[in-house]
């Protein structure tokens, strides 16, 4: 198995530009989720997922949205990509909801200039 | 809401010595304590969990300790090893799989 695989894992934008962070994971994970880390402040819960065609917000969701259609795929969109936005971003799975056992991307680090 | 804190941003062990690493919280409502260990320039690596109707749990080298009371929870490692430098995240679940992650702890092993 591949775990938690995520693309790009380096990206640089201009303010206003979009963008798509993937993320797919091949364990049949339902629960997927998306979070981001800035120096400093741990990871912050952005977008998840308990199952296809379900997601909901997090901690931090303004500027960002999610979709997810397949069981394997949740990727990320950045609308109008801000410096704000500048940070590292993982997305991870788990098989078993509430427990916390996580699986993470090796992430991808997003620069907005 | 929820917060976590630590108690230290770093902490250096000597190789073979035991360390703890400390964390504060204010949820009591969460279910699931939890423990990451992060990599320089890798993804969170989930190491080891406790239940909140427990107070120890102990695993391959680590044990967690909850104290409810005080709204504190810790690992230990034991016979700390160069690998084991990282950087060290609590994080409680609530709501769900949605986790709240303290700002972490950076260990650091001497040879």
């Not at chain 1, 303010?15 to 912050?44: F, I």
């Not at chain 2, 770093?10 to 964390?23: A, K, M, R, Y």
């Not at chain 2, 409502?29 to 690596?45: L, R, T």
Request: net charge neutral; glycine share 10%.
């Amino acid at each position: 198995n591949a775990g938690v695989t995520q693309t790009p894992k380096f990206q640089v934008l201009k303010t206003g530009q979009s963008m798509t962070l993937q993320c797919a994971q091949d364990m049949n994970h339902e629960y997927m989720s998306w979070y981001r880390q800035d120096p400093g402040m741990g990871l912050r819960l952005i977008h998840y997922s308990v199952g296809a065609g379900i997601t909901d917000q997090g901690e931090v969701p303004n500027g960002y949205n999610v979709s997810r259609s397949t069981t394997e795929d949740f990727p990320l969109r950045l609308l109008s990509a801000a410096p704000s936005q500048t940070s590292v971003y993982f997305c991870a799975s788990s098989y078993e909801t509430g427990r916390g056992e996580q699986y993470f991307g090796p992430g991808t680090r997003l620069t907005v200039t | 809401g929820e917060s976590v804190g630590l108690h230290l941003p770093t902490l250096s062990v000597q190789e073979g010595d035991n360390s703890i690493i400390n964390c504060a919280y204010s949820n009591s409502a969460s279910d699931y304590f939890i423990w990451y260990k992060q990599e320089s320039g890798k993804g969170p690596q989930f190491i080891i969990d406790i239940r909140s109707n427990m107070d120890k749990r102990q695993g391959q080298r680590v044990t967690v300790l909850l104290n409810k009371t005080v709204k504190h929870l810790s690992l230990q490692i034991a016979a700390t090893q160069p690998g084991d430098s990282a950087v060290y995240f609590c994080a409680l679940t609530g709501g769900g799989n949605k986790l709240t992650f303290g700002t972490g702890t950076q260990l650091k092993v001497e040879l």
